[in-house]
């Protein structure tokens, strides 16, 4: 492995790159082995001995070795599956890959600056995470969306109706935006969260969206007009850099329609100077 404070690179010589940094390792339920590398932007790397089968949603490989077949299918579910993942948004597929002959490898790239956890999960064992935080797992592991029941909370909270839900056995792997912080509520605890920092809990946590109470609050209070409500027991997984509010921060300094004489980019001056 090249050191970065090692590295350089001569003319006519071999050139070889600094390798990411390796910040977590393991193994699988099934006995494949991982790796998670780099810091800001990383990447789940994931070996798998012949016969071994790992999936995903369609599109979410970055890359793989030439001895691993995938194939795509409905994931399961039947028809009532694919309407589910129709009207969440997600993926109407699922792709498998299968390492035929010697062991292969198969690498999934996070999209946004921030975490790749993986959640080894026992017989049974689940978590409810975000939309889109789901990027591979083991086949033993059980995908399904998950749907608030109070309708309400989903259409006018803007977050939070639609989850995914993930059973073990198996190892799992999820992305979050920025840093993770963690909380175990007890029981009866509540917690008030914006709702797009919410990025995982346990099923034992109640969750919930309620509208901001009090006129001055909706109309000064500039925390949006709902927000999240954890009540414990359970683990509570947050987020601090969801990625819709960092799109409507940049959103902020876009040239209006009306605009004349730019270029019809985002004003870079703005955004640098901007407190």
Not at 145 to 167: C, N, P, V
Not at 220 to 249: I, N, S
Request: one cysteine or more; glycine letters at 16%; a negative charge.
């Amino acid at each position: 492995m090249t050191d970065y404070n090692e590295y350089s690179s001569q003319p006519g010589e071999r050139i070889d790159l600094p390798d990411p940094q390796i910040v977590q390792s393991g193994t699988g339920h099934s006995g494949m082995n991982y790796q998670i590398v780099g810091t800001t932007m990383q990447a789940a790397v994931i070996q798998l001995n012949p016969g071994q089968t790992l999936y995903s949603e369609s599109g979410g490989m970055s890359w793989m070795s030439g001895n691993v077949d995938y194939s795509t299918t409905t994931g399961g579910g039947g028809l009532g599956g694919i309407f589910k993942r129709a009207i969440s948004g997600e993926s109407l597929f699922i792709v498998e890959y299968t390492c035929s002959g010697v062991q292969g490898l198969v690498a999934f790239a996070s999209e946004f600056p921030g975490k790749i956890v993986p959640l080894h999960l026992g017989e049974g064992q689940q978590v409810i995470a975000q939309k889109d935080a789901f990027m591979c797992a083991e086949k033993s592991v059980n995908l399904e969306m998950h749907f608030r029941r109070k309708l309400g909370s989903g259409f006018f909270g803007g977050e939070g109706f639609i989850m995914q839900k993930l059973t073990g056995p198996g190892v799992a792997f999820v992305e979050m935006d920025g840093e993770i912080v963690e909380y175990t509520l007890q029981a009866g605890q509540v917690l008030k969260v914006d709702t797009g920092h919410v990025a995982m809990y346990e099923p034992s946590v109640d969750f919930d969206i309620e509208m901001v109470r009090g006129f001055r609050n909706i109309l000064f209070g500039g925390e949006g007009l709902f927000l999240a409500t954890l009540r414990g027991p359970g683990r509570v997984w947050l987020q601090t850099m969801p990625a819709m509010k960092l799109a409507k921060k940049v959103m902020q300094f876009a040239p209006s329609s009306g605009d004349s004489g730019g270029s019809g980019g985002i004003n870079l001056g703005n955004l640098l100077n901007n407190d």
